[in-house]
């Protein structure tokens, strides 16, 4: 099993940054992708950016957040500038992985570290 431990979510006001950190732990034998989602209270988990040998972010995000990763400490992170009220969410992490060398590609999903914009 793989084990996702999210931090630096809290309260911001708009204009200012967070960085969210995602490490993982336990069993890992590779991790191809890794990944931040947000869900805002009433709407859809959305993709926020994804991580493998190339970097993507959402176009609502773009210009603003970073995506990044530690493979050596097996970390993740997403630096958010110019944050917006519209950012306020649930950040979740999840990574794409392997604990052996036969096994499936699994899906693995962080608890979630809140975000909130506000005045």
């Known amino acids: 099993q793989v084990q996702l431990v999210e931090s630096g979510g809290g309260l911001v006001q708009p204009g200012g940054s967070l960085r969210l950190s995602c490490a993982a732990s336990?069993?890992?034998?590779?991790?191809?992708?890794m990944a931040w989602y947000r869900q805002a209270p009433g709407k859809q988990r959305e993709l926020v950016g994804r991580?493998?040998?190339?970097?993507t972010v959402a176009d609502s995000v773009k210009g603003r957040f970073t995506i990044s990763r530690d493979n050596a400490k097996n970390t993740v992170y997403l630096q958010m500038n110019r944050l917006k009220p519209e950012d306020t969410a649930v950040y979740y992490c999840?990574?794409?992985?392997?604990?052996?060398?036969?096994?499936?590609?699994?899906?693995?999903w962080g608890q979630g570290t809140q975000v909130t914009v506000s005045s």
């Open positions: 991580i493998s040998s190339g970097s």
């Open positions: 336990g069993s890992i034998f590779s991790i191809p992708v």
């Open positions: 999840n990574v794409l992985g392997k604990t052996t060398a036969w096994d499936q590609l699994t899906n693995y």
